[in-house]
C-alpha cells in the first residue's frame, strides 16, 4: 500500500528555515517521482518542487527557486524540502505526493498518491 507521510512544519519568523520530510513506503522510491505541493486557504494547490529520483533531476516553482531544495535520503526513503527565507506568502498546508515523472508546470492533476499534509506558517 502507497503511504505518504510528512513531518516538519511549524511557525517560523520571516527569513527562517524550516525542513520537510516525506517518508515514503510501500513503493520502490528509485522507480518514482516526489512532489511537494502546498494549498493556502482559498488557494488552489499549487506545486512547488519535484524530483525524479530515477534520473536525479529537480524543478521547483519560479516562487521558491533559489529558497528551497529538494533531497532524498536513500537510506530513510525519505524526500525532503529544505526552505530557507521564509516569507509571509509561503504559509500553507505542504503535501507531498508520488508519481512516475515530473510533469511540466507541477500539476498536481498528474499526481495520484498524496500524504496527510504539515503546515508551515510563517509570521513574526
Known amino acids: 500500500q502507497v503511504q505518504l507521510v510528512e513531518s516538519g512544519g511549524g511557525l517560523v519568523q520571516p527569513g527562517g528555515s524550516l525542513r520537510l520530510s516525506c517518508v515514503a513506503s510501500?513503493?520502490?522510491?528509485?522507480?518514482?517521482?516526489i512532489g511537494w505541493f502546498r494549498q493556502a486557504p482559498g488557494k488552489e494547490r499549487e506545486g512547488v518542487s519535484c524530483?525524479?529520483?530515477?534520473?536525479?533531476?529537480?524543478n521547483y516553482a519560479d516562487s521558491v527557486k533559489g529558497r528551497f531544495t529538494i533531497s532524498r535520503d536513500n537510506a530513510k526513503n525519505t524526500v525532503y524540502l529544505q526552505m530557507n527565507s521564509l516569507k509571509p506568502e509561503d504559509t500553507a498546508v505542504y503535501y507531498c505526493?508520488?508519481?512516475?515523472?515530473?510533469?511540466?508546470?507541477?500539476?498536481?492533476?498528474?499526481?495520484?498518491?498524496w500524504g496527510q499534509g504539515t503546515q508551515v506558517t510563517v509570521s513574526s
Open positions: 510501500g513503493f520502490t522510491l528509485d522507480y518514482s517521482a
Open positions: 505526493a508520488r508519481n512516475y515523472y515530473c510533469p511540466r508546470g507541477l500539476s498536481p492533476a498528474n499526481f495520484p498518491s
Open positions: 524530483i525524479n529520483l530515477q534520473v536525479g533531476t529537480t
